[in-house]
């Protein structure tokens, strides 16, 4: 049967023994071995209920397990659904109802917490641990390793990952077979890659970086990753002589750059470093490149995108910006008000289209028309200036949206819980520099007449709704929001007066 994405990044190597994943412990995986299992999780996802074109929800620890759980759902035309790992069991409820998933894979750990969601969604529960036990694998270990690939074209969805929006209400991204194959088509080929590479890969499998980007790549040129729990130095440090390409969020750079062991021996192997997800500052991309000798390669891309443009493998990579415009991505940038595009060097919100641009909000088809022009292409809120020669250079965002170690948190989701808060009048959450993450989480409250306010209390009282990578790292009670003549909360004056709070 004839299964697009399959077909590309996992059919090749049925039956070979080429190492496919290096863990953490030296253990080495080969393709035929991972894909031996995915047949078998395919089978068990299967016998759970699991039908072609349903969804299948993991929240679970980075392991090979995990990452065969995706191949298993392309395989099986199951829609793969990944959960950040720190969603408390209030925010998996909304993505496992919202998404109608028939199975949510967890944790052991996480399980009886997890079990009256998978219930009251009326999804089957099975677990999954970083070691590969569980109850998903209890019931694959049965199983025969060839399992029929079901039959996928271009345009079926491979995927839903879910993203905040302004309301505060997160919206499901369907993506295709398409849209994931042709970006990583397009990667392949802007970055050379080849069997020969071996990536180091640190980041989380559930957003589009770790899973799409890196993963779907070294799929397609049948290379090898070197597969890490999470971003350790040390292991990084330990890893980096064997592998040839590293992708991360900025974090990870200004981390290496922090340890005295980053010099121009440790990545003599080394012939590509990709960094994305946030903006990279122009002053890392210089210190990296006095440290290592390596121009750090910057990309740009969204949940809803995939990848939009690059700096050039063999051209100039330009610190500060993003590149160009990826092959088979049509960009534009326009004037946000009236969709017009705007003179090259004017500032505008990037507009993109091609067949890396996904399907369109599950469920929500008036939110995904008011995002697309009527010329089909989607409004992604990144405010920059594309030059003369094409080079697109972020300079702000139209949408409000902070982005802390390559995390995304929507202010407004947090500002409506602190709102709940017992002597609370009003919030306003705000992002400003943090020296290790980008942005750090502020938020500004005021007091309703009489009450008043302790910053632990607020925390305490929205701990166990919201995820920790959302929670305010710094909560200042004030009398009174700044507001605009038109009464609108100016977070720009906010971030101007709380700019220094996560200074070193
Ligand atoms: C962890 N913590 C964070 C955080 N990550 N807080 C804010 N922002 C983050 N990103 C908190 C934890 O809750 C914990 O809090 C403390 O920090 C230590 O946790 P940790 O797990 O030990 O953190 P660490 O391993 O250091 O993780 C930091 C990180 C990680 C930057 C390495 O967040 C990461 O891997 N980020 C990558 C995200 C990513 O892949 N984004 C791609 C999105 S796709 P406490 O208080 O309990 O100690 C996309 C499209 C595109 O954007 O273009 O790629
Ligand atoms: P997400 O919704 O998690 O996919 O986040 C996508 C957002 O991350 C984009 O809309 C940008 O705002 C931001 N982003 C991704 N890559 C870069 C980059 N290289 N520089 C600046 N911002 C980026």
Not at 247 to 261: A, E, K, N
Not at 333 to 342: A, L, Y
Not at 379 to 390: E, R, S
């Amino acid at each position: 049967m004839p299964n697009t994405l399959y077909d590309a990044l996992f059919a090749p190597h049925a039956g070979s023994d080429k190492t496919f994943l290096v863990l953490k412990d030296g253990r080495r995986l080969g393709y035929g071995a991972f894909l031996d299992m995915a047949g078998r999780f395919a089978h068990a996802i299967a016998a759970a209920g699991v039908k072609p074109g349903d969804r299948v929800a993991l929240q679970a620890k980075k392991s090979a397990e995990a990452l065969a759980v995706y191949a298993a759902c392309v395989q099986g035309g199951f829609v793969f659904l990944p959960l950040n790992t720190a969603y408390t069991p209030a925010e998996v409820e909304y993505f496992v109802s919202d998404a109608g998933a028939r199975l949510l894979i967890c944790d052991g750990a996480g399980a009886a917490a997890l079990s009256p969601v998978a219930e009251k969604a009326g999804a089957a529960l099975r677990t999954l641990d970083a070691d590969g036990s569980g109850t998903l694998a209890d019931a694959a270990a049965a199983q025969p390793a060839a399992f029929p690939v079901a039959e996928r074209g271009p345009d079926d969805l491979a995927a839903f990952l879910y993203t905040s929006g302004t309301t505060g209400r997160s919206k499901g991204a369907m993506l295709t077979h398409d849209n994931l194959l042709s970006n990583a088509e397009a990667l392949v080929g802007e970055w050379r890659f080849t069997g020969d590479d071996v990536l180091l890969h640190a980041l989380p499998i559930f957003h589009t970086h770790g899973l799409f980007v890196a993963t779907n790549v070294i799929l397609l040129c049948g290379g090898a990753m070197i597969f890490l729990p999470g971003l350790d130095v040390d292991d990084l440090i330990r890893f980096m002589p064997q592998a040839t390409t590293m992708m991360g969020v900025p974090t990870f750079y200004t981390r290496l750059l922090s340890d005295p062991r980053l010099d121009r021996a440790l990545v003599s192997h080394m012939r590509l470093f990709v960094s994305g997800s946030a903006p990279l500052l122009a002053e890392t991309h210089v210190e990296f490149e006095r440290r290592t000798g390596q121009r750090i390669l910057e990309r740009y891309g969204m949940t809803e995108t995939n990848m939009n443009t690059s700096n050039p493998y063999d051209g100039e990579r330009r610190a500060g910006t993003v590149g160009l415009p990826l092959p088979g991505v049509s960009i534009r940038i326009c004037d946000p008000e009236t969709g017009r595009e705007v003179a090259a060097g004017e500032i505008g919100v990037i507009e993109v289209k091609g067949r890396n641009v996904f399907k369109g909000y599950w469920n929500m088809p008036e939110k995904t028309k008011e995002e697309f022009r009527t010329d089909g292409y989607f409004i992604t809120g990144d405010l920059a200036q594309m030059d003369g020669d094409g080079y697109v250079t972020i300079v702000g965002r139209a949408k409000d949206l902070i982005i802390s170690g390559g995390y995304n948190i929507y202010p407004k989701e947090v500002e409506m819980l602190l709102d709940e808060q017992p002597g609370v009048l009003e919030s306003a959450v705000v992002g400003v520099p943090h020296p290790d993450l980008g942005e750090g989480v502020v938020a500004v409250v005021t007091a309703k007449k009489g009450a008043s306010l302790d910053p632990e209390a607020l925390l305490a009282g929205i701990r166990d709704r919201l995820a920790r990578f959302k929670q305010p790292r710094h909560v200042a009670i004030v009398d009174e929001l700044p507001r605009n003549t038109m009464g609108k909360v100016q977070k720009n004056v906010l971030r101007d007066r709380y700019r220094d709070v996560f200074a070193r």
